[in-house]
């Protein structure tokens, strides 16, 4: 699924990034699986996920904060919303860490043709930790999904008792 987002959509994403950033400086908190600690580099890791994000609200037609000071919340849509991880190449797996909620809906997002935004497909929690996935090689151990294991993006609003991803 591709969302198409404006110059405006862009940009608040860019500068929810950065405030995102100088609260975590300011707050002195320290980045997770290996992520970057250099200010620079930890806003354009943040930002990427931030456009990720956005294009799945717009696409399910979510209203998007950027959740800035509230740690843990979900990414989209509150509660019963959808977990959010955006990757810059269209090759890369879905990641999932084990402390993840098994319950939640997460949704792999490419930001590699920016403006345009695609949504490659999605899984539960407890699908994308089958143990086939698992990976140790990278020096953050976590579990790696393949597209071939994701759900199509037009399930994602349907009843999850009817569809089943493939392994």
């Not at 949504?119 to 790696?144: A, N, S």
Request: proline share 6%; hydrophobic share 40%; charged share 20%.
């Amino acid at each position: 699924m591709k969302v198409d987002l404006s110059y405006s959509e862009i940009l608040s994403a860019v500068n929810i990034a950065g405030q995102m950033q100088v609260q975590n400086m300011m707050q002195g908190r320290k980045p997770r699986y290996g992520a970057p600690s250099n200010f620079g580099a930890a806003t354009a890791l943040c930002l990427v996920g931030l456009i990720g994000e956005l294009a799945v609200a717009k696409a399910m037609n979510k209203f998007w904060m950027g959740n800035i000071g509230h740690h843990g919340t979900t990414d989209v849509g509150g509660q019963n919303g959808f977990e959010v991880r955006t990757f810059e190449d269209e090759n890369k797996n879905l990641i999932l860490h084990p402390h993840d909620a098994d319950e939640k809906k997460f949704v792999a997002a490419s930001v590699q043709n920016l403006p345009q935004v695609n949504l490659i497909g999605w899984c539960y929690g407890h699908e994308g930790k089958h143990p086939l996935f698992w990976q140790e090689f990278t020096g953050r151990p976590c579990y790696f999904v393949p597209k071939r294991a994701l759900r199509p993006m037009d399930t994602i609003l349907d009843d999850p008792t009817t569809h089943t991803a493939p392994v």
